[in-house]
């Protein structure tokens, strides 16, 4: 399991990072806002532990920011900042749980375990199918008939959100805003790159369908 841990505190943040390590985890750390935000988007964690005061931008702009570009990726807030409304907020944003500091290490790994653990059973539960195509989000792997292909990191994103938006036509701007998660160049053709890869690995008999000058559908 793959944590990341967004906290300024170099103190705190070594602690945390030493701690899940010692439990088994994959840690890793960013001291600020804009650097978590990056590794939150790009990198592929299991779970993130936030602070809320933070340089470059507060830990409530990165929630809202990882929410944007990884719905499913639990994120445990914690933070000196034990307010009510500030709780609430996020909540709001998505966090799955808030531990106030200062706080009990057992405490907050056990919370940790028990956020990765639903994680992962719901993981194991979630299938895509649409007509022959399936698609495991635990393996990534996309089964169409009696081939089964492993997807790699952006083959397998790509794809999910076009089956999550079944019988809808998404622009490749839309593609590369929530895919790639930057600001695109309208010259760009990774979307078009990556969409061949994907026919070429399911085979001539693939579902994704092209709606010339706009972008691409899965039917229903």
């Not at 990882?66 to 998505?94: C, K, M």
């Not at 895509?128 to 083959?155: F, H, P, W, Y």
């Not at 079944?166 to 990774?190: A, H, I, K, Q, T």
């Amino acid at each position: 399991m793959r944590i990341l841990i967004i906290e300024d505190e170099p103190r705190i943040r070594d602690f945390l990072t030493r701690a899940f390590r010692a439990e088994g985890f994959t840690a890793t750390a960013a001291s600020d806002g804009n650097t978590g935000v990056r590794e939150a988007i790009s990198g592929d964690h299991d779970l993130v532990v936030l602070d809320l005061l933070l340089p470059g931008r507060n830990g409530l702009e990165v929630m809202a920011e990882i929410r944007a570009h990884q719905p499913d990726l639990p994120v445990l807030i914690l933070s000196a900042r034990a307010d009510l409304a500030t709780r609430l907020r996020g909540f709001e944003l998505g966090a799955v749980d808030y531990v106030a500091k200062p706080f009990s290490l057992d405490e907050l790994l056990a919370r940790a375990r028990v956020h990765l653990r639903r994680a992962h059973e719901l993981d194991r539960s979630l299938v895509i199918s649409v007509g022959g195509l399936s698609l495991n989000q635990t393996t990534r792997q996309a089964q169409l008939g009696d081939q089964v292909v492993d997807l790699s990191d952006r083959e397998f994103k790509l794809l999910r959100y076009l089956l999550t938006h079944v019988g809808e036509v998404v622009s490749r701007e839309r593609l590369l805003s929530e895919v790639w998660g930057y600001d695109f160049d309208p010259r760009s053709n990774v979307v078009d790159v990556c969409v061949r890869r994907i026919r070429r690995r399911l085979g001539s008999n693939g579902p994704i369908e092209t709606v010339r000058n706009v972008g691409y559908r899965i039917a229903a």
